[in-house]
């Protein structure tokens, strides 16, 4: 895995896009659905990032046996980003 440096969220969404980009190649529809349905609950609100990391989380932990090292690498270091933030609000 590459190392990725966030300046911001934007560059968290890069990432996260990076990683669909990742899973299309590898023909995974039905995980990359579910990672787009749980970025939905993003809504600028708090309650709305921690449905968000729940629902990724669920939807890793469910698919990781199908998914490429580099591709759960990627998708931890969201989870990590994610709870770090959460954590020092």
């Known amino acids: 895995m590459k190392d990725y440096t966030l300046t911001g969220w934007q560059d968290y969404w890069k990432i996260f896009d990076e990683l669909l980009v990742l899973l299309k190649a590898d023909n995974q529809e039905q995980i990359i659905l579910e990672f787009k349905d749980a970025r939905l609950y993003v809504n600028g609100l ?3 990032w921690f449905e968000f990391k729940s629902a990724f989380e669920k939807s890793l932990q469910a698919n ?3 998914m490429t090292v580099d591709q759960s690498d ?10 770090k933030s959460l954590t020092n609000r």
Do not use: Q, S, V
């Open 46 to 48: 708090t309650d709305g």
């Open 64 to 66: 990781r046996t199908k």
């Open 74 to 83: 990627i998708a931890d270091f969201l989870i990590l980003t994610l709870n």
